[in-house]
């Protein structure tokens, strides 16, 4: 592969919310784009601001040295590049789907077993916020892919590199994901209580909580260096004090007609690191090799 020119061609499989978008922002960007879809018609919109359809997975594969997939899941990802042969040789195959460290691994071994330079990569961005300055797409896998293509890929947004393991990408995305919707449970419960006795939820979100939990960001770094380094100092909010203060919440919740299942499992873990006299994050969080 050769240093990659600013408007490279692309080829983008799958042309859903997000396959679209992707080749939206390409198309945006002035590269030649190829297309292909399962369903043919949702090249519609592509095509007409210049793209081209191409007539199936090997033919749009063959169009251009960078192919993007992003498809539903991994069968669709193994449905779509099935049968394009020997076409995926020596081209970077940067793949977006979303799925697990595991798949993601052996479907580099399928694709570097057929010549590509393989990169996963994970989407931190909804489709209208594609190319735009707050979005976030993570890569790992192939470096010698990755770099020939990097300039073409920050047209999608950030692009954050992580490293050779191809399972990287994913278990990143992962990782976001788990911390947005922990966010996003605690968000629903505390929003439950105040629609409890009938208050403005926009009012407390937006004056009081979100402050709140800004303020909860340097507890979070501390708490993050000690899972690193395997210390684990003395809390100034014990770990006792603070299983007490679950027994307060969940009896709270369930007197104010909320359901508590979103925090029954946390509150059983504090419990269980008081008894044990440990850190919560102890019982969680075990770092390879130690
Ligand atoms: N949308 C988001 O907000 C978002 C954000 C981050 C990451 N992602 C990830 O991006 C990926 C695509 O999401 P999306 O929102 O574009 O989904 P989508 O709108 O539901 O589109 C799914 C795509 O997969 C194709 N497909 C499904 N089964 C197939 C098969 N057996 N063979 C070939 N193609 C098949 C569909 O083709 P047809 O058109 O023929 O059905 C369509 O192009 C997912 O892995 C998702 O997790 C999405």
Same mark, same amino acid.
């Given at each position: 592969?050769?240093?990659?020119?600013?408007?490279?061609?692309?080829?983008?499989?799958?042309?859903?919310?997000?396959?679209?978008?992707?080749?939206?922002?390409? =198309?945006? !960007?002035?590269?030649? *784009?190829?297309?292909? /879809?399962? &369903? @043919? +018609?949702? #090249?519609?919109?592509?095509?007409?601001?210049?793209?081209?359809?191409?007539?199936?997975?090997?033919?749009?594969?063959?169009?251009?040295?960078?192919?993007?997939?992003?498809?539903?899941?991994?069968?669709?990802?193994?449905?779509?590049?099935?049968?394009?042969?020997?076409? =995926?040789? !020596?081209?970077?195959? *940067?793949?977006?789907? /979303?799925? &697990? @460290? +595991?798949? #993601?691994?052996?479907?580099?071994?399928?694709?570097?077993?057929?010549?590509?330079?393989?990169?996963?990569?994970?989407?931190?961005?909804?489709?209208?916020?594609?190319?735009?300055?707050?979005?976030?797409?993570?890569?790992?896998?192939?470096?010698?892919?990755?770099?020939?293509?990097?300039?073409?890929?920050?047209?999608?947004?950030?692009?954050?590199?992580?490293?050779?393991?191809?399972?990287?990408?994913?278990?990143?995305?992962?990782?976001?994901?788990?911390?947005?919707?922990?966010?996003?449970?605690?968000?629903?419960?505390?929003?439950?209580?105040?629609?409890?006795?009938?208050?403005?939820?926009?009012?407390?979100?937006?004056?009081?909580?979100?402050?709140?939990?800004?303020?909860?960001?340097?507890?979070?770094?501390?708490?993050?260096?000690?899972?690193?380094?395997?210390?684990?100092?003395?809390?100034?909010?014990?770990?006792?004090?603070?299983?007490?203060?679950?027994?307060?919440?969940?009896?709270?919740?369930?007197?104010?007609?909320?359901?508590?299942?979103?925090?029954?499992?946390?509150?059983?873990?504090?419990?269980?690191?008081?008894?044990?006299?440990?850190?919560?994050?102890?019982?969680?969080?075990?770092?390879?090799?130690?």
């Amino acid at each position: 592969m050769s240093g990659t020119p600013s408007v490279t061609p692309v080829t983008v499989l799958g042309l859903g919310a997000m396959g679209s978008a992707l080749s939206t922002a390409f =198309l945006d !960007g002035g590269h030649p *784009v190829t297309v292909w /879809n399962r &369903t @043919p +018609a949702k #090249a519609g919109p592509l095509t007409a601001r210049g793209a081209v359809a191409a007539a199936d997975p090997r033919e749009a594969v063959r169009a251009a040295d960078l192919v993007v997939l992003c498809v539903l899941d991994y069968a669709a990802a193994y449905d779509t590049l099935g049968a394009v042969g020997d076409a =995926l040789n !020596g081209r970077a195959l *940067v793949h977006l789907t /979303n799925g &697990t @460290p +595991a798949q #993601a691994r052996e479907f580099a071994q399928w694709a570097t077993q057929r010549g590509a330079h393989y990169v996963d990569g994970g989407i931190m961005s909804t489709p209208p916020m594609i190319g735009d300055s707050g979005s976030l797409v993570l890569y790992s896998g192939d470096r010698t892919g990755f770099d020939a293509h990097r300039s073409t890929l920050e047209r999608l947004g950030a692009a954050r590199w992580l490293g050779s393991d191809p399972g990287a990408a994913a278990l990143h995305d992962i990782a976001l994901l788990s911390g947005m919707y922990g966010l996003f449970a605690g968000h629903l419960h505390a929003a439950a209580l105040i629609a409890s006795e009938g208050g403005s939820v926009t009012e407390f979100t937006t004056e009081l909580l979100i402050p709140f939990l800004e303020r909860m960001m340097v507890p979070m770094k501390y708490s993050s260096r000690e899972i690193d380094s395997g210390e684990f100092a003395d809390q100034e909010a014990s770990i006792a004090m603070q299983a007490t203060a679950f027994v307060n919440i969940i009896e709270s919740t369930a007197a104010q007609g909320v359901d508590p299942a979103l925090l029954i499992p946390m509150r059983d873990l504090y419990h269980r690191a008081a008894a044990e006299g440990r850190d919560p994050s102890e019982l969680l969080a075990k770092k390879a090799g130690r």
